[in-house]
């Protein structure tokens, strides 16, 4: 309880901080100085996200939770002839891409995700139909990648391209970069201490274990650096945002 107070008088005197900015707003008119407003008026909302939660962890869980069904759901087996090949030479020739807004675009082989340092984590998976599962997933985290392809400033978002189409359109989806730095949020390359199976995504998902099942894209083959979601797909940011108006953050 304390806490929760501290933590509103804290957010208060930042958004106070904010008023008194837009009170100098009025007064200056000088490029830079509006510069300088905007960057401040930035990192203020930056302030409060931090404050309300820029870092908060999805719970984790003990192995004695894991569910001993996961039920796999939307695309379980990619009918995609390309899709097809790797999966027949387990993956081998698979390579994820990592371009767009990046500095050095790379191509990742599963063998060389493998060699890069790795987190387990145990949580649970909640599908908007319903249902829930735990399972224990283990993958390098996405903001390793992201370091090592070096972002340009404009970078804001993280498109996942899938391989596989459903109802005749490629399943993608996106993330901001808060969540793709998070520390839970990773490539998944194992579930249950097995290599990731078909069913569930392989050779690679994305866990971004703050949100919800939609959010969790199986297949991953590229992952592009974007400023803005327009053009991309239906600009929703995800499949299943475009056609069903489903939240972009599914927050859960
Ligand atoms: N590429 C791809 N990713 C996807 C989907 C899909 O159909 N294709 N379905 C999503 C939905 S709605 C859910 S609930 C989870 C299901 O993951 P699972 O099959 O491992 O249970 O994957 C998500 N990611
Ligand atoms: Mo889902």
Redesign the pocket.
């Known amino acids: 309880m304390a806490n929760e107070i501290d933590r509103r008088a804290v957010i208060a005197g930042l958004i106070g901080g904010g008023a008194l900015l837009s009170g100098c707003d009025r007064i200056g008119s000088s490029a830079p100085f509006q510069a300088a407003v905007e960057g401040a008026r930035g990192l203020t909302m930056h302030s409060q996200r931090l404050l309300i939660g820029r870092d908060r962890l999805a719970p984790e869980f003990g192995r004695d939770k894991i569910s001993d069904r996961?039920?796999?759901?939307?695309?379980?087996d990619?009918i995609e002839p390309a899709y097809r090949a790797l999966a027949a030479n387990g993956f081998r020739q698979w390579r994820l891409e990592v371009d767009g807004l990046v500095h050095r675009p790379f191509g990742l082989s599963l063998a060389q995700l493998q060699t890069l340092p790795q987190r387990r984590q145990i949580t649970r998976?909640?599908?908007?139909?319903g249902?829930s599962?735990i399972?224990e997933w283990q993958g390098v985290p996405l903001g390793l990648i992201l370091a090592h392809a070096g972002l340009m400033p404009d970078a804001r978002y993280a498109v996942?391209h899938?391989?596989?189409r459903?109802g005749g359109d490629q399943?993608?989806?996106s993330i901001d970069l808060i969540d793709a730095f998070h520390p839970q949020t990773i490539l998944a390359h194992r579930?249950n201490g097995q290599p990731l199976g078909i069913?569930?995504?392989a050779p690679i998902?994305?866990r971004v274990e703050r949100q919800?099942?939609?959010?969790?894209?199986?297949?991953?083959m590229r992952i592009e650096l974007v400023a803005t979601l327009d053009g991309i797909g239906g600009g929703k940011g995800g499949?299943?945002e475009d056609r069903r108006n489903y939240d972009y953050y599914a927050g859960i």
């Open positions: 996961f039920h796999a759901n939307g695309t379980t990619p998976h909640d599908c908007v139909e249902w599962a399972a996942f899938c391989a596989d459903l399943y993608y989806e579930m069913a569930h995504g998902r994305l919800l099942g939609y959010k969790q894209a199986k297949y991953v499949y299943w």
